[in-house]
Nanobody, 122 residues
Framework: QVQLVESGGGLVQAGGSLRLSCAAS????????MGWFRQAPGKERDFVAA????????YYADSVKGRFTISRDNAKNTVYLQMNSLKPEDTAVYYC???????????????WGQGTQVTVSS
């Protein structure tokens, strides 16, 4: 199994930036893609961004295009989510996930991190 550990969450004012990290360990070779999801209180867990390990192809939800950037460091088995121009609506628990293919559905990912809280104040 793959173990995922997120870090980098915190409190930031609107318009600010944060960078989330997800360190993977274990059987990472079986996972084709890494994704970020978020869940706000009372809402479903929504897709944010995803990236493939091999080619670094990226995918984004419409709500974060132009503001968030996903990247990876294969040597470190680490995926990052750079979040710029943050808005209060971005407030949520952010989860890192690993899976066999790129999808926007949470149920298609095999491994999950514990989540990290991101709070954007106005």
């Amino acid at each position: 199994q793959v173990q995922l550990v997120e870090s980098g969450g915190g409190l930031v004012q609107a318009g600010g930036s944060l960078r989330l990290s997800c360190a993977a360990s274990g059987r990472t070779f079986s996972n084709y893609a890494m994704g970020w999801f978020r869940q706000a209180p009372g809402k479903e867990r929504d897709f944010v961004a995803a990236i493939t390990w091999s080619f670094g192809s990226t995918y984004y939800a419409d709500s974060v295009k132009g503001r968030f950037t996903i990247s990876r460091d294969n040597a470190k088995n680490t995926v990052y989510l750079q979040m710029n121009s943050l808005k209060p609506e971005d407030t949520a628990v952010y989860y890192c996930a690993a899976g066999p293919r790129v999808t926007g559905l949470a149920r298609d990912y095999s491994s999950w991190g514990q989540g990290t809280q991101v709070t954007v104040s106005s």
